[in-house]
């Protein structure tokens, strides 16, 4: 594909692509479904619960009529059962994209986080992040295509209180980016990172609702506001369109500046 082809919003479009989207039942998992469905794609859920993940492919199909919209159930802390459902989600269509979202956190401060904290954190965050990465990813290298966007944080790149597994995870999600980039875009498949900073989500509505905390992400946020989720989807869909085609091993932070100067 030569870029110089294509013109115009046609370099941004997901038309004729399938993309999976793991940690879709909700939040950033769900917008970003949306958006890459009105873009064109045909999608593929992963997640947890499953009345969320049919609400999920309810409003993605809306979004894109014509598309298709398959899901699966599994936990990403289950490897075999992360992988049987890829599996099963691949069928001959396979994948051109990945959106590897699926994450959580638990806010414990260091001095008291158990061990078993330690596993659920890094076990969903990282662990599970890679081996779906490497099982779409090897899906990807047998078709000579693909675009792999891993959902980071911030948090793996500058010190935030309260999360040290989360941020480890995270870190190690941004160098595993960088590694699978190395080693695959060579052979067609580009791996890049998207590092959002505090944006209104289910997971985030109850500390975003405490006035004082608000005011303290605020004041560290060079625009002065939280961000909207659908503020992540042109940076996701750029990375996985052909508008990027250049582009690998990046980390892109969507985060109202924050990281200029952190805390």
């Not at 269509?93 to 954190?121: H, S, Y």
Request: hydrophobic fraction near 40%; aromatic fraction near 6%.
């Amino acid at each position: 594909m030569r870029v110089r082809e294509k013109a115009g919003d046609s370099l941004f479009q997901l038309t004729g692509r399938r993309v999976l989207i793991t940690g879709a039942s909700r939040g950033i998992g769900r917008e970003l479904a949306r958006g890459c469905a009105s873009y064109g794609a045909d999608v593929a859920l992963l997640g947890r619960d499953e009345r969320a993940l049919r609400e999920t492919q309810a409003i993605v199909q809306a979004a894109n009529p014509q598309g298709s919209v398959d899901l699966c159930l599994c936990d990403l802390r289950d490897v075999k059962s992360a992988q049987s459902a890829i599996a099963e989600l691949d069928d001959a269509r396979g994948f051109d994209g990945l959106i590897n979202n699926a994450g959580m956190n638990l806010r414990i401060p260091a001095a008291d986080v158990r061990l078993e904290d330690w596993q659920t954190v890094v076990e969903t965050d990282l662990t599970g992040a890679f081996f779906v990465a490497q099982e779409v990813g090897r899906r990807m290298l047998r078709r000579g295509r693909g675009s792999i966007v891993n959902i980071s944080s911030v948090g793996g790149h500058v010190a935030l209180r309260t999360g040290v597994a989360y941020a480890a995870a995270k870190a190690g999600v941004i160098q595993m980016t960088k590694v699978l980039a190395l080693e695959w875009s060579g052979q067609g498949v580009r791996v890049n990172g998207i590092g959002p900073w505090y944006f209104r989500t289910p997971l985030t509505e109850k500390l975003l609702a405490d006035e004082e905390y608000h005011a303290q992400i605020v004041a560290r946020t060079p625009m002065r506001r939280v961000g909207d989720v659908e503020e992540l989807v042109g940076p996701t869909v750029f990375l996985l369109s052909d508008a990027a085609s250049y582009v690998t091993g990046q980390t892109l932070y969507v985060d109202g500046g924050m990281t200029i100067y952190g805390f």
